[in-house]
């Protein structure tokens, strides 16, 4: 009698749950690189963790600026405000041509 042996890989692992806590901004990215991965959301985070971690490992993160720097968190703000400035001066001008556009009328 001749028997077919199938070998299956798989890794054993011991689990643990957490919850976290994260921005609407973050998830809705998380969600959408879901959709293209086709992963679970958990599979996704657990992926992108894992990928750091190697990276990291391989001496890649350094070309990554460190996130929790103060300088780093400045220069996001700067640029955020830098953006939140040309917005304002964008809506001003459409403010100004509305004005000029009414007070033509009214003439």
């Given amino acids: 009698m001749v028997r077919n042996t199938i070998l299956v890989h798989f890794r054993i692992m011991t689990e643990a749950q957490m919850k976290i ?3 609407a901004d973050l998830k809705a990215q998380l969600e959408e690189a879901v959709k293209r991965s086709r992963r679970s959301l958990n599979g996704e985070i657990v992926a992108r963790l ?4 190697r990276a990291e490992a ?4 350094a070309l990554v600026p460190d996130i929790a720097d103060p300088k ?3 220069h996001g703000n ?3 405000i830098k ?4 917005e304002v001066d964008e809506l001003r001008g459409e ?3 509305l004005k000029r556009n009414l007070s033509k009328r009214n003439v």
């Fill in 78 to 80: 700067t640029i955020a």
């Fill in 72 to 74: 780093v968190q400045l």
């Fill in 95 to 97: 403010i100004d041509a």
């Fill in 21 to 23: 806590r994260l921005s």
């Fill in 58 to 61: 391989a001496g890649m993160l």
């Fill in 83 to 86: 953006e939140l400035r040309d």
């Fill in 50 to 53: 894992e990928e750091t971690f």
